[in-house]
């Protein structure tokens, strides 16, 4: 719809064009012949409207409206009438061309309009001989370079906008996979630590075996539920669902129950007064947090953690500390994608980022998002 109201908008515009040519050629061809001397016969009119009016398809059939243009005007300057406003015509024809079609096809075409617009030189009613070469010349080169440049400006900005909807394309996979690697792997991990407790204790203790069995579906739903919520990102076609609560710090009790029951104690401590947040200030600190300790369960070993929060006026600030093995840790602790993943999320909000061993021993994870200060 928006194409088709787009070319009309052109049919009409070029329309206008024609129009406003023919115009200028019916009621300046007269003039011009009195400026130089020259009479404009009967016979020129027919040509000035000729050219005029195949401007109008210009832009749909440009190298036939050249064609039609180029041979009224060359027929007019050889039956001897006056330089006038039939150039505006060509001239119109020939940046169209330009403007509009491939360069190599435009060059050609609009050469050969300068060889047949150059036959009056030499040859007609009154040829002007070699001193009529470099304005006729001229009549192709100016617009055939504006044509030539507005199509390369047109051809940049086109480049442009694919490369930028690439990148935001990009960025978007980007943004998606990592959420779905924090929302797997922060499962799948707890779910992997419950299940070795329940093979643990399944033959001497069922019941507490049960327990985590239980744990294991209720982290899995969970997990599943958040995955949904994130993949419907890209599954433009079905609406979210509204009931599921977008992650947030606000989760921080229900991620602090799952660990718990994946061996995990959790301690939370909260500086300043909790309050609202972006959305999307609100969930880099919750992946942040989630990440960090889903690394806690994976390379720290038997340790417990403790989360920090701290709302300020002007941030929010979120740190991560374990009892594990720190800096003994495997390298992928410290180099792996998860770690990069935050450093990502927090750094394209404008914060920043830090983690490495801890001074007291463990590790650290800690990172600091501004937030607009409501006033």
Not at 322 to 342: E, I, K, S, V
């Amino acid at each position: 719809m928006d194409r088709e109201r787009g070319d009309r908008g052109r049919r009409l515009l070029d329309g206008l064009v024609a129009l406003a040519l023919l115009v200028i050629g019916l009621a300046g061809t007269a003039p011009a012949g009195l400026n130089q001397g020259v009479e404009a016969g009967p016979a020129a009119y027919p040509l000035v409207v000729v050219a005029a009016l195949a401007v109008a398809v210009r832009r749909r059939w440009p190298l036939a409206t050249l064609a039609v243009v180029t041979a009224a005007s060359t027929a007019y300057l050889v039956l001897g009438y006056p330089y006038g406003p039939i150039l505006l015509s060509f001239f119109v024809a020939v940046y169209t061309v330009a403007a509009y079609r491939p360069a190599r096809d435009a060059a050609v075409a609009n050469g050969v309009a300068l060889l047949v617009l150059l036959t009056h030189v030499f040859v007609g009613v009154r040829p002007p001989g070699l001193v009529g070469l470099m304005p006729a010349a001229a009549w192709v080169v100016v617009p055939f370079a504006v044509g030539v440049t507005v199509r390369l400006g047109r051809e940049n900005a086109a480049r442009s906008r694919t490369d930028e909807a690439r990148r935001l394309a990009d960025a978007e996979r980007l943004r998606v996979a990592r959420e779905v690697h924090d929302v797997v792997g922060h499962g799948l991990a707890a779910i992997h630590l419950q299940a070795e407790i329940a093979l643990h204790l399944l033959a001497r203790k069922p019941e507490q075996a049960e327990a985590a069995l239980t744990a294991i579906s209720r982290t899995s739903k969970e997990a599943l539920d958040e995955l949904r919520v994130t993949l419907t990102v890209v599954r433009r076609d079905e609406a979210a669902d509204e009931r599921a609560p977008a992650p947030g710090l606000a989760q921080l009790p229900q991620l602090r129950e799952r660990l718990a029951g994946a061996g995990l104690p959790v301690t939370v401590e909260v500086d300043g007064s909790p309050r609202p947040l972006p959305v999307a200030v609100d969930l880099a600190a919750y992946r942040v947090v989630q990440e960090a300790l889903t690394n806690v369960l994976r390379h720290a070993g038997p340790a417990t953690a403790t989360i920090r929060l701290r709302y300020a006026p002007t941030e929010v600030a979120v740190e991560v500390t374990d009892t594990g093995r720190g800096a003994a840790a495997p390298a992928g602790r410290a180099d792996g994608y998860g770690l990069a993943g935050m450093r990502e999320r927090v750094t394209a909000l404008g914060g920043s980022f830090a983690a490495g061993p801890a001074s007291a021993g463990g590790f650290r994870v800690s990172a600091t998002l501004p937030v607009e200060e409501v006033t």
